[in-house]
């Protein structure tokens, strides 16, 4: 079964430094979101990219986040610097085409002290 | 009008009995309209989903109704079981745009044995 690989899944860190949060899209799939759950806003999505192009980082603090795909088999999310408001869950998910399901992979964890 | 409003918040049902769970959308553009299931510490993963041209859908115990007019769309959980405990997020997005799901808050089903 092909699957939307994330790394780390848990991350605890001090405010203020740097988080950075892999996800490795399922083969062949052109399409990947960065999605954030918290218990108040339940998800919400950061970014998007098709082809490997973003296309769509309206949801994402641009002062210190950050997302990239710098291949096809790896996008990144990075926080720099972080804050305790940051800590959620941040999922990766992947698919074919716009409007096709969304495949998800289990989340980071991320605490900020 | 980028909000889908999902309820019950959380629902307990005993074993064989049907779940419901109900989602309303005000933005019309949506044409495609997602279930999807969550246990913890795992991603949401894709239960069924439908498109505005057809009322129901089944696939095994799960189906949705969809009331295009009311804006409405439903799950239905056939013959619940205890397995079926989890957070069952319904979302909506237009295709012609980016992809973008729109999620409802989520609903907590328990199904008691």
């Known amino acids: 079964d092909a699957r939307v690989t994330q790394t780390p899944r848990h991350k605890v860190t001090e405010m203020g430094q740097e988080v950075t949060m892999r996800c490795q899209p399922i083969l062949g799939h052109n399409t990947v979101f960065w999605y954030r759950q918290t218990m108040m806003q339940g998800l919400e999505l950061l970014a998007y990219f098709r082809n490997r192009a973003p296309l769509d980082d309206s949801g994402m603090p641009k002062d210190r986040f950050s997302a990239e795909m710098p291949d096809a088999t790896l996008a990144t999310l990075k926080i720099q610097p972080s804050e305790p408001r940051d800590s959620a869950v941040y999922f990766c998910a992947s698919g074919l085409e716009p409007g096709v399901p969304q495949h998800f992979g289990d989340g980071t964890r991320l605490s900020i002290l | 009008q980028q909000q889908v409003k999902q309820s019950p918040q959380s629902l307990i049902v005993q074993k064989g009995g049907i779940s419901i769970i109900n989602c309303a959308y005000e933005?019309?553009?949506?044409?495609?309209f997602p279930w999807y299931q969550q246990f913890p510490g795992k991603g949401p993963a894709l239960l069924i989903a439908?498109?505005?041209?057809?009322s129901e859908k089944k696939e095994g115990r799960f189906t949705i109704s969809f009331n295009k007019s009311a804006k409405q769309f439903s799950l239905h959980i056939m013959d619940s079981q205890p397995g079926d405990s989890a957070t069952y997020f319904c979302?909506?997005?237009?295709?012609?745009?980016?992809?973008?799901?729109?999620f409802g808050q989520g609903t907590t089903l328990q199904v008691k044995p």
């Open positions: 439908i498109r505005p041209d057809v």
């Open positions: 979302a909506a997005s237009y295709s012609s745009n980016t992809g973008k799901l729109i």
């Open positions: 933005n019309t553009a949506f044409d495609y």
